[in-house]
């Protein structure tokens, strides 16, 4: 992917990844924050996408994530098999979230916690 991208794809901007990735794990009174796996691959995929942690492919780095931390929790795919967001609805998804009003955070985070429950 890097290859077809160019350089800056993928490239770190001053460690806001690593910020993003403790952020999801942080605890207040010794419980976690975000405490389901919805909770966390939401923020995730909205705070990449947001908040540009790459200098390029940020909306691209956040779907495979989401994807890559949903089948590593086991969550990605229903008891029927079916993958829980397919990937048009990924991409729709990510492009709404690119759009949207930072003022709309709980609502666009909620919004994929519900998608994939």
């Known amino acids: 992917i890097k290859k077809e991208s160019g350089d800056l794809f993928g490239q770190e901007r001053g460690g806001t990844f690593?910020?993003?990735i403790k952020g999801l794990y942080q605890t207040f009174g010794k419980k976690?924050?975000?405490q389901t796996i919805e909770d966390k691959v939401s923020?995730?995929?909205?705070?990449?996408?947001?908040d540009h942690p790459f200098s390029d492919g940020n909306k691209r780095i956040a779907s495979f994530l989401f994807v890559y931390f949903l089948d590593?929790?086991?969550?990605?795919?229903?008891?029927?098999?079916?993958r829980k967001i397919n990937?048009?609805?990924?991409?729709a998804l990510a492009l709404l979230i690119a759009e949207s009003n930072p003022k709309e955070k709980d609502v666009m985070?909620?919004?994929i916690a519900q998608l994939i429950k």
Do not use: P, S, W
């Not at 923020?43 to 996408?49: G, T």
């Not at 990937?87 to 991409?91: I, V």
């Open 32 to 34: 976690e924050l975000y």
């Open 87 to 91: 990937d048009n609805a990924l991409t």
């Open 109 to 111: 985070v909620a919004l």
């Open 18 to 20: 690593e910020g993003i």
């Open 72 to 82: 590593k929790c086991k969550y990605l795919f229903r008891q029927t098999g079916e």
């Open 43 to 50: 923020h995730l995929f909205y705070l990449v996408i947001k």
